[in-house]
């Protein structure tokens, strides 16, 4: 077959249907956009990883832990010391910090550093010499967010627990740091000489140490992990390289890319989908011009190719505006998602993610829209003499090879796109499978509205709500079509927001559920008295004081702990190594908090005695993390002192309530001598109350650190903010995906629909009755299409809820609802002005055409 | 030359079987003016598509220049109607998005001929429109639409032509320039004309009118002027 003939035809005969091409293929433009820019965002924020890793991490290898390195630990790096290793410490802990001027405290995070930190990257700050002045005597830097909650300025004195420290400056940035995180605990970096003369790290105290270190020319990171491994692993002291620091953050990139890629490539397929709809349409008004070349001497072939190649054209034009939108979009993304990132992301026109935006864009339409041109096929030249009906016109053979061949084409497509998206394959498989179990549904539910609508109708109904119920079954309706387009914006939509108010749920902080407003905490033993004492003296109530005992487990069933993180072996059931690892904080008592409820076995109430062991109880969570039993046996570490104990119940802890929480609780005759700590929650009314009595706490107990409520509420309520910021542009997104998907699939009949209004008005029908009955339509439409897409959601975001993120769900029904109203709205709105021309065509226009 | 022999077609309709056509035979030399007359109703239409290779029959042949149309496949009939039919339609059927000279180019395209717009324009000539060369149908009149349509049923210099009522949506005056110019051509090129009309009038302008009524052929006459109804 000649190919420039074809070539010539495709173009010419293109001429009338660009602009309707366009507008069909403009479908798949936003899904190649959020393809594009979700691609080249990942590409440069990795690429800006990979040349910010060592300034990210500050050195060439970073060394952390918990508690104070031991002595072997010590002597270990110490000794590479001599082998022209250098070191560089951060201790980082929370504490009050008082503004001496104003007299306002807040908690903030400390960072106490040691000369030299960090050896790799800038931190900068204002003025922009103040980072080398740190270490000149009692200053400090802090966060601005800090001399706004404090009402400080540069220049006040700070006081951190015994100490003072003048503020010399703000940080601008800090490599590696998460800026939302400054809303949580802002910064106030210290020299760390001073630290011990603060009396801040008290017993009990949490706090993390960093040692970063620089190494020679002479010694590869490799080789100084390899050496001092085991002697750090077998202290609990864990080691990063800068490789370790990229491939962590090109990880969470990654990640952070198949999530946002899912919504990108529902996109591209809702896309394909409004591309179908649209062609299908374009299909209709072709049968004409295809019959007249199979007279002329087109072959079959020919035909197709024509109106392929018009597909394939137009495609690439609405995957070239995809692909510049995708890029303008992706200047957007650094901002939108800035305060989550740790790295500075350089934007630049990514062409990998440009030619791959296209490609995909290209293919997904040419697939979607072969599907109806294939029909063209069928279009006998003797159309021209006696034209049949349109369907009956494009109908083939019973079983069309070339049809099933695109039909599983569509279905490869699919799969192999979900497949290249997401982190697994099986994942992209199961995705695919979810959105063609989608798709199943609408049409199925859009065949049944059909169904039903015929045999719902009755004559006795007015007329206009008859015709109106009658088009959803008429020859040539668009109900399976704007179902689809509806029901999947509703659907992606609504899953959006249940998501989002299932996970926000989870960390929503309750007040109403608890009498206090206000906690301490790190009270020493000896201050739990007169704290309480204080907090009376202003006229306040305590409403609990409750002990809190450090401690690490030693054994589980007389298994060392060391013994059990180190067991690989399978078939056992594996406890979890930072449930193993990690520091508890326990409290004992004899009775249940209103928080908890037992969900196995009976809680202690005391009156056990020796030899029998104390009873604890467990949280449920932890408790499956460390593989525990009704009847387990642990010894727990507490400071030195091994106690052991027995599991006689597990727990479900509300860890929403404001109150002292605790993974493990204890009998109380098991640690009612140990050395402990209190927090101390009170009932404080008035803003400028907790504040007096929070500075006339940390003046007189200045290691007590205290948090009130509101703030909690506030600063999560800013972190969650952004989140739903990024959500919020996640369903617009949505939105304006959907849009054109509708518009492709509720102009594709528009023809039909012009002609029928016009005929009715030849028959007598007013204008107003005309659009009463399309407003019926769409109504029907809208409505039945959001209510499959809103059940549709609710599977889905309880799957993603479940299943990805691991938290309970309830469905949000007002979201969705909200989401359904705007949706039928936009519905009955695309279809009232895509079929204005009906009132304004005359009915001599019906005649004409007949 | 164009032969049927024993042509039958049936359609199925609902339960019954419906005979459009039965037992209809008869050749066409080359050159010759022919016209198909009959009511409406009488498979006039339906003869047409057969003789032209557009529909295959249910029973009986078609044989053009010796090759029986119904054993060739679909696009093999295509090839041929490019190759040596044309056609000329009540309803024009010209193409709405080419102008005019692509409308004559198509056939001379599809074949992949590279003289196609030279001999456009030619035709166009011919039949009085070269300064309309340019204009899309909705701009042309429907006597100028149907002049389009002739130039282009003899682009690819067919032996065979098959006119469909080519004056049915014309006035007489227009109608009867037409008819003219398709004698013209058939005079000067030799390509066989067949004609369906109901238009009596004019068939009587055709060298041998076969009657059709009912499906069969009723009468076939090289004379002019049949009886009238």
């Not at chain 1, 004559?459 to 088009?471: H, K, N």
């Not at chain 1, 004899?590 to 076995?601: H, Q, W, Y």
């Not at chain 2, 032969?3 to 077609?9: D, G, M």
Request: some cysteine; hydrophobic content about 50%.
């Amino acid at each position: 077959m000649a190919i420039a003939p074809v070539l010539s035809l495709a173009w010419k005969e293109s001429r009338t249907a660009r602009r309707r091409l366009l507008l069909y293929m403009s479908a798949i433009s936003l899904g190649v956009a959020a393809l594009v820019a979700i691609d080249s965002f990942a590409n440069n924020t990795q690429r800006s990883v990979r040349e910010q890793a060592r300034a990210l991490l500050g050195g060439d290898v970073s060394i952390t832990s918990r508690q104070p390195f031991t002595p072997r630990v010590a002597a270990a790096l110490d000794s590479m010391r001599a082998r022209g290793v250098a070191f560089a410490d951060v201790t980082t802990f929370g504490s009050m910090a008082l503004a001496d001027r104003t007299g306002r405290t807040r908690l903030a995070q400390i960072r106490a550093v040691t000369p030299g930190y960090p050896f790799y990257g800038q931190i900068l700050t204002a003025p922009s010499d103040a980072w080398s002045r740190l270490q000149s005597g009692r200053v400090a830097l802090v966060d601005p967010s800090l001399l706004i909650s404090l009402n400080a300025r540069v220049g006040d004195t700070l006081s951190l627990g015994n100490s003072r420290f003048v503020i010399i400056g703000t940080l601008v940035s800090v490599p590696g740091d998460v800026s939302v995180a400054s809303a949580i605990g802002p910064r106030i970096y210290i020299p760390a000489r001073f630290v011990a003369e603060t009396d801040l790290l008290q017993f009990g105290s949490r706090s993390d140490r960093e040692t970063l270190v620089k190494l020679p020319p002479t010694l590869s990171p490799g080789q100084f992990t390899g050496r001092l491994r085991p002697v750090l692993d077998s202290a609990g002291v864990r080691m990063r390289t800068v490789a370790q620091t990229e491939f962590n953050l090109t990880q969470a990139i990654d990640q952070l890319r198949d999530f946002l890629s899912v919504i990108g490539l529902v996109a591209l397929l809702l896309g394909g989908v409004g591309v179908a709809s649209g062609v299908n349409a374009f299909v209709m008004r072709k049968i004409d011009t295809v019959a007249i070349l199979r007279c002329l001497g087109a072959t079959s072939w020919q035909v197709l190719a024509i109106y392929i190649l018009q597909a394939v054209v137009m495609g690439l034009v609405g995957a070239a505006v995809g692909a510049v939108l995708g890029v303008l979009l992706q200047l957007a993304l650094p901002h939108v998602l800035a305060e989550f990132l740790p790295v500075d992301v350089h934007v630049s026109p990514d062409s990998t993610a440009i030619i791959t935006g296209l490609l995909v864009g290209v293919w997904v339409a040419l697939v979607f829209a072969l599907r109806p041109l294939v029909a063209l096929r069928n279009v006998s030249p003797l159309q021209t003499l006696r034209r049949e009906s349109d369907a009956v016109a494009l109908r083939g053979a019973r079983v069309d090879p070339l049809r099933i061949l695109v039909a599983l084409l569509v279905v490869l497509s699919v799969a192999a796109l979900g497949i290249a998206r997401a982190e697994r394959p099986l994942q992209g498989l199961g995705f695919a499978a979810g959105i063609g179990a989608a798709v199943a549904l609408l049409y199925g539910a859009a065949a049944l509205l059909s169904s039903a609508a015929r045999r719902v109708v009755r004559p006795s109904w007015p007329f206009v709500l008859r015709q109106g119920v009658a088009s959803l079954y008429r020859p040539g309706n668009q109900t399976r079509s704007v179902v689809l387009a509806l029901g999947f914006g509703v659907f992606l939509m609504s899953t959006v927001y249940q998501v989002q108010r299932n996970i926000l749920r989870t960390v929503d902080v309750k007040l109403e559920a608890s009498r206090a407003n206000v906690v301490f905490f790190d009270v020493q033993g000896d201050q739990g008295e007169p704290l309480d004492s204080l907090i009376r003296a202003e006229g306040w109530t305590v409403v609990q004081r409750t002990p809190m005992v450090p401690m690490r487990i030693a054994s589980i069933n007389g298994v060392p702990a060391s013994k059990i993180v180190g067991d690989t072996t399978k078939g056992q059931r594996r406890r979890e190594g930072w449930a193993m690892r990690r520091e508890f904080r326990s409290t004992y008592r004899d009775t249940l908090a209103p928080s908890e409820k037992v969900t196995a076995g009976h809680f202690h109430t005391g009156g056990t005695q020796a030899p029998a062991l104390p009873a604890i109880s467990v949280d449920v969570a932890v408790a499956h993390d460390l593989a525990l039993a009704l009847g387990d046996t642990i010894v727990w570490n507490v400071q030195s002192v091994l106690v052991p104990t027995r599991v006689t119940s597990f727990r479900e802890v509300n860890w929403t309530r404001f109150e002292p929480n605790f993974f493990v609780v204890f009998e109380s005759r098991a640690l009612q001598d140990a050395p402990h700590q209190y927090v101390v929650l009170a009932d404080v009314h008035g803003d400028d109350a907790v504040a007096r009595l929070q500075r006339d706490v940390v003046t007189r107990f200045p290691n007590v650190a205290s948090l009130d409520l509101t703030l909690i509420q506030q600063t999560v309520g800013r972190v969650l903010g952004k989140v739903t910021s990024a959500v919020r542009f996640m369903a617009g997104l949505s939105l304006a995906l959907a849009i054109p998907v509708l518009f492709s699939a509720v102009s594709a009949t528009r023809r039909e629909r012009l002609r029928e209004g016009v005929l009715l008005k030849v028959l007598g029908a007013t204008r107003r009755q005309v659009g009463r009955i399309m407003l019926a339509e769409y109504l029907l439409l809208g409505v039945l299409g959001s209510l499959a897409g809103v059940i549709l959601s609710v599977g889905s975001a309880w799957a993603l809820t479940h299943y990805v993120f691991d938290q309970p769900f309830t469905p949000a029904l007002a979201p969705a609802l909200v989401v359904a109203i705007v949706m039928i709205a936009i519905a009955v709105a695309i279809g009232m002005l895509t079929s204005r021309d009906v009132f304004r065509e005359t009915p001599m226009a019906a005649l004409r055409d007949a | 030359m164009l032969e049927a022999v024993r042509l039958t077609k049936e359609y199925q309709s609902g339960e019954q079987r419906l005979a459009v056509l039965h037992d209809v035979s008869f050749a066409v030399p080359d050159g010759a003016f022919v016209a198909i007359v009959g009511p409406s109703g009488s498979g006039k239409t339906t003869l047409l598509g057969l003789l032209a290779g557009l529909d295959v029959p249910t029973s009986g042949t078609v044989t053009l220049d010796g090759t029986d149309l119904a054993r060739l496949s679909e696009d093999k009939r295509a090839r041929l109607r490019g190759a040596k039919v044309g056609f000329v339609f009540q309803s024009f059927q010209l193409i709405p998005t080419l102008t005019a000279l692509e409308n004559v180019q198509v056939p001379l395209e599809l074949r992949g001929d590279d003289g196609a717009p030279a001999r456009a324009r030619e035709l166009l000539a011919r039949v009085g429109l070269a300064d309309r060369a340019h204009h899309f149908p909705n701009q042309l009149s429907g006597g100028e639409q149907q002049r389009v349509a002739i130039a282009r049923a003899f682009s690819n210099a067919p032996s065979l032509l098959f006119a469909d009522e080519p004056t049915g949506n014309l006035d007489s005056d227009t109608g009867h320039h037409i008819v003219e110019l398709l004698e013209t051509l058939n005079r000067e090129s030799g390509t066989t004309i067949v004609l369906v009309t109901h238009d009596l009038a004019l068939a009587g302008r055709a060298q041998r009118v076969i009657r059709l009524a009912d499906g069969a052929v009723v009468s076939d006459s090289l004379a002019p002027a049949p009886s009238a109804e």
